[in-house]
């Protein structure tokens, strides 16, 4: 599946998101942090998304926090996030129902262009 190009949040060129088509959607991949010191979604300097949860990595907690959080920035209901790949690694892959790559590029953009982080509580 071919990963969505847009805007880079320095306006330099083309940024590479890590998004990929989906039939019911898209597949976003992400890097997951839990037992951070606060919820938060935020752009790495190496192009890749980071969901930070304070939760700790136990019994599927963190997960439910990331795509609890997930959902929150994004802007849709928890019920549209869906855990693909990664239960048991930081790297994973959520699956987000209803949204065109377009759609959660321009999200993306928005919200980590200029600014580095943007913390959502849920």
Excluded at 13 to 38: F, M, N, R
Excluded at 79 to 84: D, F, K, P, R, T
Excluded at 99 to 106: I, T, Y
Aim: with cysteine; proline share 6%; aromatic share 2%.
């Amino acid at each position: 599946m071919p990963e969505n190009k847009s805007r880079s949040p320095q306006g330099e060129g083309l940024q590479e998101w890590p998004i990929s088509e989906h039939p019911d959607g898209v597949i976003l991949s992400i890097k997951a942090q839990p037992g951070a010191k606060k919820n938060e979604v935020h752009l790495e300097e190496t192009g890749q998304v980071k969901v930070c949860v304070t939760q700790q990595p136990e019994k599927g907690k963190a997960n439910r926090a990331v795509l609890e959080v997930l959902a929150d920035f994004l802007g849709v209901k928890a019920s549209q996030v869906a855990l693909v790949s990664g239960k048991t690694s930081q790297k994973k892959q959520i699956l987000v129902y209803g949204l065109s790559a377009k759609e959660v590029a321009e999200i993306l953009n928005g919200h980590l262009a200029g600014r580095n982080a943007r913390t959502r509580m849920p």
